[in-house]
């Protein structure tokens, strides 16, 4: 590889150099907060069609989601995290591998509160989420997290 295809961290390129794993991983993240933005539309709008006799519980069971404007608070603060994740990650910033790692773990939680009475569609999420776990876990020197530099 010559230095012109290198990718200098320092600079914060929007990942035109960064390997192809981490530009899917951040486009997901982009997708994943674009489908979080429709919901928090829909909340707001009031089709979202709680059901008055389940409120789910989230944030590992301290937030209650018992309203159409609590539901679109917390997908409202899901989607901008979901944005500095992928943004963080496809710079190669270090805080993104931090952030994107505590919010899988969120996440993880929150499918298991928030998909309780739907066991298929609880297991399809942790899986995916377990998933990205395991990926920031391999690429972590990428980010500079375990030590050492970061490297490609």
């Not at 059901?51 to 609590?70: A, H, I």
């Not at 391999?138 to 997290?145: A, E, K, N, P, T």
Request: net charge neutral.
């Amino acid at each position: 590889m010559d230095t012109k295809d290198e990718f200098d961290f320092n600079q914060g390129r929007l990942g035109r150099r960064m390997p192809l794993d981490v530009r899917i991983i951040a486009w997901l993240f982009v997708g994943g907060a674009i489908i979080t933005f429709f919901m928090v539309a829909l909340s707001l709008f009031g089709l979202l069609n709680l059901n008055p006799d389940y409120s789910p519980s989230v944030l590992f069971g301290l937030v209650s989601l018992d309203s159409n404007f609590t539901s679109a608070i917390y997908y409202l603060l899901c989607a901008v995290l979901e944005l500095i994740c992928a943004y963080g990650l496809i710079t190669g910033r270090a805080y993104a591998w931090w952030l994107t790692m505590m919010h899988s773990v969120i996440i993880f939680f929150d499918a298991i509160l928030l998909y309780s009475h739907v066991p298929t569609a609880a297991t399809l999420s942790m899986a995916i989420v377990l998933s990205i776990v395991v990926w920031l876990l391999s690429r972590r020197r990428l980010y500079g997290i375990g030590g050492g530099l970061k490297s490609t």
